[in-house]
């Protein structure tokens, strides 16, 4: 085993007691040094806020939203600049993520689900739970859900112990389907427990199902997800947080969601499962148009397929495993976290399985010169009628319809220079790329 202390670095040899070198030198010896190979599979934690936009937090350039546990997760892990979702709203977006499949091929490419949908994620699709349960890992699933909500679509269906939440959004869309019932309900499992859900009250609901969850699993491996509902409309928070943010109460959300974050890391450290926790933290698209969210400096909003609707913000934690005050600029989407996180828990998939994600687990951790596998991502807004198609290359992407717009990400991020007229055997190149994602993924040419 060729295992080195020069990589290390002088400032982290500095901080280093010696006992921990001893402890170190012994590891080694004994040939059970860090090599990932050699490290028990982690927990995972994956949050997931809906809407929040790529401007949002602090550590990616908000001045006006104070996010100090997300810097510090950034500062003591990796955030990732060009990590996008597959649709900007919220089903066929968690579709992709739940499964690392587009979701035409889940029958859920162009719409959300409202609570009369018949439809669901398939129980035959595998889902990020089911994708590490086999590993002996206890999973539970705490928020919002919004992928089927008949009997055999629910995340206890799914490969979830358990569940706690609001299945739904809480916009009159939404929660009018529930008036006559006595409003939304929340939900512990299939049984209702409170109802109307106030959306003032969820942030901190699931932040303490996060915990009793975590301590309840400290003894075993488990994977956690958690949905939040913010800070989608109608957005609201905590009494202890309004009226605190520069940003309004927009931003008092962001700053609970901070602070939920905040706890669950804290007791992670508390319960000294910090060194095998991997904790992710995301946003299912960009931020909803008219209110103070914001992706700057990308164009575009939720519901349009400009950066702004699919690009989000990405943070990575897992103390002596990802490295630490790393800005990551490869390309990675919302389709790798399946195949990523069953690569880290040591579960093989399913050969035969047609998946569209990559396996991250080397971009994630860091390894030397390794560059993302990812090369394309499709995506496609179809709600309503209004289509909206884009396909990327590397830092190329066109955005297709009459006239094409081609833009260069890595000169021009903020999609402000069209130069499909310098370019138009790219164009067609992409034009073919995504006519082959469509056919594969059985999305249709034009809208029905
Ligand atoms: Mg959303």
Redesign the pocket.
């Known amino acids: 085993m060729a295992v080195g202390v020069g990589h290390l670095g002088l400032a982290n040899m500095r901080s280093r007691s010696v006992a921990d070198w001893i402890i170190g030198i012994l590891a080694l010896a004994l040939g059970c040094g860090d090599r990932p190979s050699a490290a028990p599979p982690p927990n995972i934690v994956l949050i997931l806020c809906?809407?929040l936009g790529y401007g949002d937090l602090g550590c990616y350039g908000a001045k006006d939203i104070r996010t100090p546990h997300l810097d510090r997760m950034a500062s003591e892990g990796t955030r990732f600049t060009d990590f996008s979702v597959v649709a900007p709203?919220?089903t066929p977006?968690r579709a992709a993520l739940m499964t690392g499949r587009y979701p035409g091929r889940l029958g859920l490419a162009t719409g959300v689900l409202r609570p009369g949908a018949t439809n669901g994620l398939a129980a035959a699709e595998m889902t990020l739970a089911e994708a590490v349960k086999p590993r002996g890992y206890a999973t539970g699933c705490i928020g919002k859900w919004h992928l089927g909500f008949r009997p055999g679509m629910r995340p206890t269906d799914q490969g979830f112990d358990s569940y706690f939440g609001v299945l739904h959004n809480l916009d009159k869309f939404e929660t009018a389907h529930f008036d006559a019932e006595g409003g939304m309900p929340i939900l512990r499992g299939d049984a209702v427990v409170e109802r109307p859900a106030d959306p003032a009250k969820m942030t901190s609901l699931y932040t303490q199902e996060a915990l009793a969850f975590i301590d309840a699993n400290r003894e075993r491996p488990f994977f956690l997800y958690v949905g939040h509902q913010m800070p989608?409309l109608p957005f609201d928070a905590s009494p202890a947080f309004k009226g605190k943010s520069a940003r309004g109460l927009y931003g008092d959300v962001v700053e609970e969601l901070d602070w939920s974050t905040g706890q669950i890391l804290d007791r992670l450290r508390g319960l000294g499962l910090e060194k095998r926790t991997l904790v992710l933290f995301t946003s299912?698209?960009g931020p909803e148009r008219n209110t103070p969210g914001t992706a700057a400096p990308l164009r575009g909003t939720?519901h349009t397929v400009f950066e702004g609707g699919l690009r989000v913000p990405l943070i990575a934690w897992w103390p002596g495993r990802v490295p630490a005050g790393r800005a990551c600029e490869e390309f990675i989407t919302a389709l790798d976290l399946l195949p990523t996180c069953a690569g880290l828990v040591g579960q093989p998939l399913p050969v035969g399985l047609a998946l569209d994600g990559h396996d991250m687990g080397a971009v994630l951790l860091g390894a030397e010169g390794v560059r993302s596998p990812r090369e394309t991502l499709y995506a496609l807004y179809g709600l309503n009628q209004h289509r909206r198609e884009s396909i990327r290359l590397g830092r190329w992407k066109l955005h297709l319809g009459a006239p094409p717009q081609l833009y260069d990400l890595a000169a021009d991020p903020g999609e402000a220079r069209d130069v499909a007229g310098q370019h138009p055997d790219l164009v067609r190149q992409l034009e073919l790329r995504a006519a082959g994602v469509r056919l594969e993924t059985r999305i249709p040419e034009a809208m029905p």
Do not use: F, G, V, W
């Open positions: 809906d809407d709203l919220c977006s989608h299912d698209n939720k």
